[in-house]
């Protein structure tokens, strides 16, 4: 993998960015540049921004891989050994990647993106796809949402991200995320500094968009790095549409316009994603370790490698009861008003009307 | 004895729903695996996230009715004949916190909304702490034994 023959490419785009005048938010479409001529700069109240993947142009070259790697290292967890003793010792087990650094064949601490492959016939035609993953960053994300610390977030320009100096590893994060993506390291993180025994064990570390590099008008480094300009970022709204053009032209199709009621991340693909997801090594999601692979044991770590699979939107049904939330203040002064309570309410306990 | 002079359902119906809230609010947090509770027989529940989550919104929805309910009959006819105690008055207030707080995390779950991440972390830990208070003001209020809200004028 000769990544640094890339280098020169990525750093010349991202002069040609700058040279552009986009700011932070600005349609850094390097695939599309009649949309980065639109005069977008420092307008990041223009939204949420969106990834398209062209998986007809990946090469599996895995320099995205290395990029993401070189471009995060700083933020990479740097654990206090030993780890302290957790109880239930037989429930509340240390996750240890920090001697595993170099796996890249799962999502790990210390990778947050590898390339899946997927091997299908469709159509009486051979395909061979490279599937660059990594969090999808979900419109509604269940991982921010659900977090009881307000540790993982998202921000208004479509990013989630996950506080390593908030998160109290306790990985409920990953264990609602349809696709399972944050990854946790023991040792590290606010928990060791509060009641390291009892509660919590770590920090979650996934995809973050190199915010550091956005927030400075650059391309996330797995972008910027790609030989085949296999990934575009912009405004949703417009890398919905792109992809959509490039579903058509490619007569594909296109994943992560309804899993989990939307995501920022855009796979669009000459094949049906039904038959990457059965071909691709996963051990997440429905009929995980069941089709494809083969049987496969489940890693005492946490699984790594994310599904394809149809995914409903989860919080759909809290959508639902939030209506409930706001009407019921207002139902109940209504019934008040209406006089309902004050019949039932006269009567004190063990009281007498006077 | 008189410790109530408003009806006990009330005070029956709001216990219950503070308590399964306080519960099903710390199962929140990932305690119902690491600590076995998912293996005690009728439990399991408490392991599944999702279903926890959305039965603390319906009891949340259950209170904000009773709450409102209340709220407006105080005004309308009780605040002649009732006065909040000093601890009354305490946990009215931090039980409005914690309402106001839910209603927050409410929103911000909603698809379409972002709030600025410290406004989130505010949220969380407001919503977290209160409940907390109020664990702490219902124990000093039952050790006085003066848990009622109010008394008569
Ligand atoms: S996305 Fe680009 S850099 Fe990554 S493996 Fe595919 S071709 Fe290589
Ligand atoms: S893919 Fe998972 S980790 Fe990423 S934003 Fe969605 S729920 Fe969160
Ligand atoms: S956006 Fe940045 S953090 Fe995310 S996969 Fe790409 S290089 Fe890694």
Avoid at chain 1, 21 to 46: C, H, K, M, N
Avoid at chain 1, 101 to 112: F, G, I
Avoid at chain 1, 294 to 322: I, S, W, Y
Wanted: with cysteine.
């Amino acid at each position: 993998m000769s990544e640094k023959k890339y280098r020169a490419k990525a750093v010349s785009r991202r002069g040609f960015l700058k040279a552009l005048g986009v700011g932070s938010a600005g349609a850094l479409i390097p695939a599309a540049p009649t949309l980065a001529a639109q005069e977008r700069a420092g307008a990041p109240s223009d939204g949420e921004l969106a990834t398209l993947l062209d998986l007809s142009k990946c090469i599996g070259c895995g320099a995205c891989v290395e990029a993401c790697r070189e471009s995060n290292s700083a933020k990479f967890p740097e654990p206090v050994k030993p780890f302290p003793d957790m109880l239930p010792s037989r429930r509340a087990k240390p996750e240890d990647w920090s001697d595993m650094r170099d796996v890249d064949d799962r999502l790990t601490p210390y990778n947050w993106l590898f390339l899946q492959n997927a091997v299908v016939e469709y159509e009486g035609k051979p395909y061979a796809i490279n599937i660059p993953r990594r969090c999808m960053h979900c419109q509604n994300p269940p991982c921010a949402n659900m977090c009881p610390f307000g540790a993982a977030n998202k921000q208004v320009n479509g990013l989630t991200r996950i506080s390593p100096g908030l998160c109290m590893g306790g990985a409920k994060c990953r264990a609602v995320c349809p696709w399972h993506i944050p990854q946790r390291q023991s040792g590290v993180g606010l928990y060791r500094h509060l009641m390291p025994r009892l509660a919590g064990n770590g920090v979650m570390y996934k995809c973050d968009r190199c915010h550091q590099l956005l927030d400075q008008g650059e391309l996330p480094a797995c972008i910027a790095v790609c030989p085949e300009d296999v990934q575009t970022i912009g405004p949703r709204h417009e890398i919905v549409a792109r992809a959509k053009e490039l579903a058509r032209e490619m007569n594909g199709f296109i994943y992560g316009l309804e899993e989990n009621g939307g995501t920022n991340t855009l796979y669009v693909s000459p094949v049906p994603f039904e038959l990457i997801d059965r071909a691709i090594d996963k051990d997440s999601g429905p009929g995980a370790n069941k089709a494809g692979k083969g049987k496969r044991k489940r890693t005492p770590l946490g699984p790594g490698k994310p599904h394809m699979g149809p995914v409903k939107d989860v919080m759909a049904d809290e959508t639902n009861l939030a209506a409930a939330a706001f009407i019921a203040p207002v139902a109940g002064i209504a019934a008040g008003v209406l006089g309902l309570g004050s019949k039932l309410l006269s009567k004190g306990e063990g009281d007498h009307e006077d | 004895m008189r410790t109530r002079p408003y009806p006990a359902w009330i005070s029956r119906l709001f216990i219950l729903l503070v308590a399964a809230l306080t519960f099903t609010g710390f199962m929140q947090m990932p305690l119902a695996k690491r600590y076995a509770l998912t293996t005690v027989p009728g439990m399991a529940w408490t392991g599944d996230f999702f279903l926890v989550h959305k039965i603390h919104y319906v009891l949340g929805v259950a209170l904000l009715f009773l709450v409102a309910l209340v709220a407006v009959n105080w005004i309308k006819s009780w605040k002649n004949t009732l006065a909040l105690t000093g601890l009354g008055l305490a946990r009215a207030g931090v039980v409005f916190g914690l309402v106001v707080s839910g209603l927050l995390r409410v929103y911000r779950n909603l698809p379409g909304v972002t709030l600025d991440p410290a406004a989130i972390l505010a949220i969380e830990w407001v919503h977290l702490t209160l409940v907390m208070v109020l664990g702490v003001l219902a124990l000093v209020a039952i050790i006085r034994k003066s848990s009622a809200y109010a008394v008569r004028r």
